[in-house]
């Protein structure tokens, strides 16, 4: 019995990592690119542009813990 619980304790780890990486390239390779694009269009200075990029750095993690906040069965 102890096996099994620290085999899903390891692939429960796993899935977590993955989900993190993942995360990690849909911020880098989706979401910075397309807010440098708005503030270049919209000639934002340094600091706006600086800002913008620390807000979308962290909208997919924004947006997990929203969905885990409000599922109820978590």
Same mark, same amino acid.
């Given at each position: 019995m102890d096996i099994i619980i620290i085999g899903l304790? $390891?692939? @429960? !780890?796993?899935c977590l990592l993955l989900i993190m %990486? @993942?995360?990690a390239i849909i911020a880098d390779n989706f979401i910075i690119p397309t807010l440098i694009n708005v503030s270049k269009? %919209? #000639?934002l200075n340094m600091q706006i542009e600086g800002i913008l990029l620390a807000i979308g750095g962290s909208i997919p993690e !924004? *947006? *997990?813990n929203l969905t885990a906040s409000l599922t109820? #069965? $978590?």
């Open positions: 304790l $390891i692939i @429960s !780890f796993l %990486y @993942s995360l269009k %919209y #000639n !924004f *947006t *997990t109820d #069965n $978590i």
